[in-house]
């Protein structure tokens, strides 16, 4: 579940909550029948009134603990599959066994989001739009690449669409975590 579906989740629940609230305060004020029967009503029901809503949360918050379980291990897989991508564009000489290894983990990091995210757009009439489109083009730029001799500037070129497309990917994949500011960040580092 990501944060902004979870984050609506709980404004709607709060405001669950403060409807109950309201209609208990009114309920207490207006409730003219004999022994406030519509009130002693409604505050037997307030266990189930609350409870439902509750477990409701609960699950979300389950969901969201799995899905950021999730997100970890496909940055893991994410941030190898990269490295073994620049480091195929550093080497001049490329084996075919190295080629179709890269290839390998940059699908298994398609499919992983696949996994993860549904597309964008996605409906029983669309099949939608891949989420993040940038990790089909790395793939493309090293299959563009192939194996054997490799030209020095198509590799650098390479790099730098593969560079830039992770920057893109990265910012907006990372906006999904829930980070938090380190406490005591050590900002200053020692030349040798």
């Known amino acids: 579940m990501t944060r902004r579906r979870l984050h609506n989740i709980i404004i709607i629940i709060t405001v669950i909550y403060a409807l109950c609230i309201i209609c ?6 207006f409730d003219d029948s004999k022994n406030q029967i519509i009130y ?3 505050t037997d029901l307030i266990p189930l009134i609350f409870a439902i809503p ?12 799995n899905f950021m379980s999730s997100l970890k291990e496909l940055w893991k897989n994410m941030i190898f599959a990269l490295n073994e991508t620049l480091e195929y564009t550093h080497k001049h000489k490329i084996s075919n066994v190295e080629y179709e290894r890269t290839l390998k983990e940059l699908s298994k990091v398609i499919d992983e989001l696949r996994g ?9 009439d669309s099949k939608g739009l ?3 489109e940038p990790i089909k083009s790395i ?5 563009k690449l192939g194996f054997g001799d490799i030209d020095k500037v198509k590799a650098k070129e390479a790099r730098q669409i593969i560079i ?5 990917i990265r910012n907006e994949f990372l906006h999904e975590f829930d980070r938090y500011e380190p406490t005591k960040p050590v900002s200053k ?3 040798e």
Request: aromatic share 20%; with cysteine; proline share 2%.
């Open 40 to 42: 002693e009503t409604f």
């Open 189 to 191: 580092y020692i030349r």
């Open 139 to 143: 793939r493309k730029e090293i299959e």
């Open 54 to 65: 509750l477990g409701y949360l609960g699950f979300c918050f389950q969901r969201r603990n």
């Open 130 to 132: 891949y989420p993040f």
């Open 24 to 29: 208990g305060i009114l309920l207490r004020i």
């Open 116 to 124: 993860v995210y549904k597309n964008v757009g996605e409906s029983q």
């Open 164 to 168: 830039g497309n992770w920057k893109s």
